[in-house]
């Protein structure tokens, strides 16, 4: 009987499998929107807050004219509130489908053992991920709206209309610096990690060379990323910056 050599046509990626890839790139693409806004923001932080109290606070009012005329004021500031907080609302869905799904394909604990490194990227991830989304919450009440001022000062509007002076303030509470140290450890760790696999999902790491490629930027921009946040604050709580 002759048999058949003709290959069947590859199958469509949809049902579990495609929306497996489409949730894989949902985080990938917004994982990207937030690595893009820590930069800036980190960059805006370390060299206005080193520019002195009046370069800071220019620099806070300019946050909130960019784009006029064309944008009414705070136009610009309210479009990426808008594009991060939709973000982050689809990051943490995408991560928590993704968690669910791959419990329920488990046909039974532990059966397939992963290295312990897996285990913990992927639980750090998750608990990372959760600490940091609590941290973003408690940062956004302090320094945005309504602004809770744990340092000297309360939250006269003296405080509340300074913007350099409310971070000083605030970060010359010493356990305030320590969580936003330990937040900041966290943020890194987790770019870290979600850089190395935005890069696989996108399919960056398909050679050897891509790898190291794709390894190397990821710790590269965590680093910077990292110890850039953590100056301001360290500098203000040591005496660096009054
Ligand atoms: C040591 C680290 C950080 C410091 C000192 C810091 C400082 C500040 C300050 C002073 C503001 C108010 C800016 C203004 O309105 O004039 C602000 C706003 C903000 N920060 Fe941070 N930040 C830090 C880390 C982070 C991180 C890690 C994230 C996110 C992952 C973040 C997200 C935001 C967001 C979303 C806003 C609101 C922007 C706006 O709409 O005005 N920050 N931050």
Redesign the pocket.
């Given at each position: 009987m002759a048999t058949s050599t003709v290959s069947k046509p590859p199958r469509a990626r949809t049902g579990k499998t495609g929306s497996t890839v489409f949730l894989k790139v949902l985080m990938a693409v917004t994982g990207i929107i937030?690595v893009l806004f820590?930069i800036a923001?980190m960059y805006g932080?370390l060299y206005k807050l080193f520019d002195g109290h009046l370069a800071f606070n220019e620099y806070?009012e300019h946050?909130r004219t960019i784009g006029e005329p064309m944008l009414p004021r705070h136009g610009f500031?309210t479009i990426?509130?808008i594009v991060?907080g939709v973000s982050v609302v689809l990051h943490a869905y995408a991560a928590y489908s993704l968690w669910a799904r791959a419990k329920a394909a488990r046909p039974q604990r532990y059966v397939v053992k992963k290295s312990v490194a897996q285990t913990f990227s992927s639980r750090w991830m998750r608990w990372g991920g959760t600490f940091?989304l609590l941290f973003?919450i408690w940062?956004?009440l302090e320094?945005?709206n309504p602004k809770i001022n744990v340092g000297d000062g309360g939250n006269s509007a003296a405080i509340k209309n300074d913007?350099y002076m409310l971070?000083v303030h605030s970060f010359n509470v010493w356990w305030l610096t320590v969580i936003?140290v330990l937040a900041?450890i966290a943020?890194g760790m987790h770019l870290r990690h979600g850089i190395w696999s935005a890069a696989q999902t996108l399919g960056f790491t398909s050679t050897v060379r891509a790898r190291t490629t794709a390894n190397i930027v990821a710790v590269v921009v965590a680093l910077i990323v990292a110890v850039g946040?953590?100056i301001?604050?360290l500098a203000i709580a040591f005496g660096g910056i009054k």
């Open positions: 937030f820590v923001h932080n806070s946050l500031l990426m509130e991060l940091l973003v940062h956004l320094f945005t913007p971070v936003y900041m943020l946040f953590v301001p604050p």
